[in-house]
């Protein structure tokens, strides 16, 4: 073994040496990880040598995930692919370590992939460098039983021939590149699930303006945000592309510049409404864009779209300058329009709570399921007292969640986080306590009432007998 604990072959490999690698290697279900080279440190004349005594057959047989990053010898990893793409195999992933892996050798290896492991469910061909169309075609075009793909693209490439795969449930498209994309036609009755990493959220809505892709699950992630206005226009492209009635989950996702606190790129209530009118969503993500414009009435607008919501995150991961509208009015409207609620995200204005008033307002509304509150950047000044509303309508509460991420790239968190995450770890003590009391006075009644019955059935008991 060398300083860099690289394998070095010292002999010529021998029958015997094969029939060792033999016993062991129908044991092998899974080869390799997505953070290493295919073989690791092993020299690549011992591979040779291995693929040598086998030129027929595998070199692992019952292989069912072979993972890899290419190899530091592209020329060996070529040689061996056709020798570990068994009829077992079930999940392929593979990285590009060079800018021509793709159009090199892979093409002729891919091509015949249907062959070699017909079973294939699941591929991930990743970059950082994007594929050739051509190769991804040749290779996925006839593998019947696949249902999820991962692949990475140049934003100008037509990706029309996606439409031959069939019986496809997930695919994860990164496009790579800032040039304009070119329009491509991709039709299919239904995805599970539809993940676009894209340069921003247009990239994403002018490459889809030829599909026709009905799916469950709609993630859009683009790298750079825009107004919110963009976002509103990007939303209303997409419908009848992406946007149908069988769409129960949505997550956009940003990583947002120097601008973010602009007011521009806060959502209003005219930003959600190309998402109103999917009354069967259940989960809406948009934990990454500021949600400070929207006030109470709003978001009651909003919800009452949504009735089986079961997760909503709303501008949760970051600190905004602008403080939020809404108060815990439209917290209570949110629980009350929409009861099925286990996961929520809320930015909301604390400071004007007070028990009288929260009394009121929660009186009837209560939501156990939700055992994890992400606060954000929510203001707080009295914790007693929002812990005092909270409690009201949200019985069970365990864990309050601040917002993750920095003011701005490279810089310091958000103002006071930690003075406001140690007010909310006060919030869930008082809470603690109430829980703790209400037990301790239910126990004490529950004692009373026994007492009394035993005090009763023993009286009549006394009148039997008399």
Known sequence: MTDDRKLLIQRPVTEADWSVFEQYASRVRILGNADFDLFGGIDAEFVYAMIGFRSQSFLVPNLRTLCCKGYRYPDVFHSCMRYLLGPNLIYLFVVSPTEGFWSSAMPSVLS?????????????????????????????????????????????????????????????????????????QFRTSYLEKLVIHSFDLTTSGSSVA?????????????????????????????????????????????????????????????????????????????????????????????????????????????????????????LVTLLATCPDLRNLGLVFDTT??????????????????????????????????????LSAVLPCLGEFIVESWLAKPGGQDGPDRQARNAKWGEVLEHIGHTLIKQESNATVKTRDVTSWLTRKVARRERLLRC
């Open 210 to 330: 030829g599909w026709v892709v009905p799916c469950r699950q709609l993630q859009l992630i683009p790298t750079f945000a825009e107004s919110a206005v963009a976002v509103e226009r990007v939303l209303r492209m997409l419908d009848q592309h992406l946007l149908f009635n069988v769409l129960e989950h949505i997550l956009l996702d940003a990583v947002f510049g120097p601008n973010r606190d602009h007011i521009g790129n806060a959502f209003t209530l005219q930003t959600f409404t190309p998402l109103m009118r999917f009354s069967s969503l259940k989960e809406v993500d948009l934990s990454t864009f500021c949600m400070s414009l929207l006030d109470d009435d709003d978001l009651g607008s909003i919800v009452k779209s949504w009735p089986h919501l079961e997760c909503l995150y709303l501008g949760t991961k970051c600190f905004w300058l602008t403080p939020p509208k809404i108060t815990f009015r439209g």
């Open 352 to 389: 004007k709570v007070d028990s009288p008033t929260a009394e009121t307002l929660g009186r009837g509304v209560s939501n156990a399921n939700i055992t994890h509150f992400h606060v954000g950047c929510s203001p707080i000044e009295q914790p007693l007292q929002v812990a005092v509303s």
């Open 112 to 184: 015949d992939l249907d062959r070699y492991s017909p079973q294939l469910e699941v591929i991930e061909f990743l970059g950082p460098y994007p594929m050739c169309p051509r190769v991804s075609e040749l290779a996925l075009c006839g593998l019947t039983h696949l249902r999820k793909a991962n692949l990475i693209f140049s934003s100008q490439e037509d990706l029309s021939w996606i439409s031959r795969i069939v019986g496809l449930q997930e695919l994860k498209i990164v496009l790579a590149g800032i040039f304009p994309p070119l329009r491509s």
